[in-house]
Every structure is written in structure tokens, then in C-alpha cells.
């Protein structure tokens, strides 16, 4: 499948168009792609979020890809990038998912990603007075914000999400990136974290993958 | 016991968000106010809450049943012991639920059948 296929099955062109981007996709054919668990999808509400969250998994029990238990594994963790992004980004555009299903040659795995065009990890935990003087910089924030009961919000229930998406990622085999304002952070198999300066994404970026 | 069935209320596979747990907060206070009975009175009978049906449970919704839980027993004003019996848990305990529920002053760890007991770890009196 080509670029434009897939960024068409991915349902780019589609979110695009709804959105009043003039886009010509005639002539690109995709046909049925299995592997397209989600495609690219809007939310801006922790309900449309639950909802998402929730027809990622009857399309991955329906698409019988991978272990029967990892549908539910995949789409918890899925819910919580999505909540944070509806939650803390304060996003004017609201914030977009997919899930994907990719057979490598090293091995088939789930991909998830989420997006939006917030206000970025740092100045979401800066909301929070005592956070201030610890997030000089993106990507200081981005290992901040994976810590147990670290968020802007200064509520002490809050700052599990992140966190336990952080913890769930250190297995053989999964990855989580986070890319937010020109911070990223990766955080993998090797109970290992990456902080560093990237270039600029004008919001915040969380890819995740889970081999079956 | 009294038990309450998630699945009873929500339909979801997976279990999101804090507002989805707040749709069990009504009938949990009806079905925990008509099970009390006088001997149950201290508050330290646990709770059942049944999640056969459910899938997958994300930490923000279990956060918000804790504090639920908390508000149904700070209500009855015996400031008693909070235990809670999470059956058919979709989930194994891991360290994200763990922290939520330490986060409540509880600890939770599994019972031989595979249920979740969540247990207050302080005492409530000041």
C-alpha cells in the first residue's frame, strides 16, 4: 500500500475534509484494510472518549488479531492517553486516535496513537503552583508527568493515568513515546526513560506499541 | 454481603471515565442503604461490586468508585473501617491500581478466587 493509501485508510483525509480542509482524494484506492483497528478519530469529552475507547474494543475482538487477552490491555491503555488529552490539553480542536494493527517483520503489534493541539505537557502541570519551578523546560515535564500523582491539577486522586500507562509499558516488547512542544520522552522494555529536545509538535503526541 | 453488579447499571466493556462512575453512586446508595442491617451497623461488612461483564477498567474509574465509596461511608457517619470486594475484576491488580487505591488511604490484594480486597490502611479517627 502506498503513502496516500494509507494515510487514506488511516481516515486522515476524512477528518480532514470534516474539518473544511479541501482535500482530493479521488482515485486512491484502499479497499479493506484488516489492520485498521480505529480509524483516525475525534474526540473532545472524557464520554466521547469512553465511547471511542469502547468501539476500539468490539472492532479488535471482531478483527481476532493477537491475543484474545490484549484487546483488553490495548484499549485500557488507549483510554487513558485519550482522557488525558481531553482532559488536561485544553485543546481548541479537541483531540484525534487511531488504533492500528501492523504485522513487521520482527512481529505483529498494536499501535496507538493519540493527539491533540493543546497547550502541551508543561504548561498543563504548571497549572499546578508547585509544580512550577520542576518543568523549566518540555521535557523535564514529560518525565514529571509519568510519575505516580504528578498533574496540573493539584488533586491529590489525580496523576494515576500517565503514570500507570508508563508502568504498563516497561514489558518485553512495549514502547510508549510522548512528544509534546519540543520534549519527548520514551519510555521501553529496559525500565529505561529518554527525555530529550525534539523538534516542535504544537500540542502533545502519545505513541504506543504492544507486540501480540 | 450485598453485591452490586456494574453491568447491572453500565453497559460498557471497558470502563472509562469518572463520570461513568458516578452513575453507579445513586443506585449504590440505594442498594447499600436497604442491605444495612442493624448488625451491619458498624459499616465494616465489605462491599461487593461485581464486574462480571466488564472487560477492561481504566484507573480514573476505579478512583472515582473509592471516592464514591468513601462518600457512602462517610455519610452513615461511623467513620468505620472501609473494605471493599472487587469480584470478576477484568484485570489483574497492577501498580497503576495499586496507587489508586492507596491514594484512598487503602491497600487491596488478591484473594485466592481472584477477587480484589481493598482495605482502608488508616485509621479514620483523627
Known amino acids: ?212 | 454481603m450485598p453485591t452490586f453488579r456494574v453491568h447491572d447499571v453500565l453497559m460498557d466493556k471497558i470502563l472509562v471515565s469518572r463520570e461513568s462512575a458516578r452513575l453507579l453512586e445513586g443506585p449504590l446508595r440505594a442498594m447499600t442503604a436497604s442491605a444495612r442491617r442493624p448488625a451491619d451497623a458498624s459499616g465494616t461488612t465489605p462491599l461487593i461490586v461485581d464486574f462480571q461483564g466488564v472487560e477492561g477498567v481504566a484507573p480514573s474509574f476505579l478512583d472515582e468508585l473509592l471516592s464514591i465509596l468513601e462518600s457512602l461511608i462517610g455519610s452513615e457517619g461511623n467513620g468505620g473501617e472501609r473494605s471493599l470486594i472487587v469480584s470478576n475484576p477484568p484485570t489483574r491488580i497492577s501498580l497503576k491500581f495499586e496507587a489508586v487505591a492507596r491514594g484512598h488511604g487503602m491497600s487491596v490484594r488478591a484473594l485466592p478466587d481472584g477477587s480484589w480486597l481493598l482495605t482502608s490502611t488508616r485509621s479514620s479517627c483523627p
Not at chain 1, 486512491?28 to 480505529?38: A, N, R, S
Not at chain 1, 485519550?82 to 482532559?87: C, E
Not at chain 1, 517483520?105 to 499546578?128: M, Y
Open chain 1, 1 to 212: 500500500m502506498g503513502v496516500r493509501a494509507h494515510l487514506k485508510s488511516l481516515g486522515l483525509f476524512d477528518v480532514l475534509k470534516e474539518r473544511g480542509v479541501e482535500v482530493d482524494d479521488r482515485g486512491i484506492h484502499t479497499g479493506t484494510d484488516p489492520k485498521m483497528i480505529l480509524p483516525v478519530t475525534h474526540f473532545e469529552s472524557s464520554a466521547e472518549a469512553s465511547a471511542v475507547t469502547n468501539t476500539a474494543f468490539d472492532r479488535l475482538q471482531s478483527a481476532s488479531v493477537g491475543a484474545a487477552n490484549l484487546s483488553a490491555v490495548v484499549t485500557e491503555l488507549y483510554s487513558e492517553l485519550a482522557l488525558n488529552a481531553v482532559q488536561h490539553s485544553e485543546s481548541e480542536v479537541g483531540a484525534f486516535g487511531c488504533v492500528q494493527f501492523y504485522e513487521f517483520e520482527c512481529g505483529a503489534r498494536f499501535i496507538c496513537t493519540v493527539a491533540d493541539g493543546g497547550i502541551g505537557v508543561r504548561a498543563s502541570l504548571c497549572r499546578n503552583v508547585a509544580l512550577r519551578s520542576r518543568v523549566s523546560y518540555d521535557w523535564d515535564a514529560l518525565e514529571l508527568a509519568v510519575r505516580e500523582r504528578v498533574s496540573g491539577t493539584g488533586d491529590p486522586h489525580r496523576g494515576i493515568g500517565l503514570y500507570g500507562v508508563s508502568e504498563d509499558v516497561r514489558r518485553p516488547g512495549r514502547s510508549l513515546l510522548l512528544h509534546s512542544g519540543i520534549g519527548s520522552l520514551e519510555i521501553n522494555e529496559n525500565l529505561e526513560s529518554s527525555a530529550r529536545r525534539t523538534r516542535l509538535f504544537p500540542g502533545t503526541l502519545a505513541f504506543l506499541s504492544i507486540p501480540t
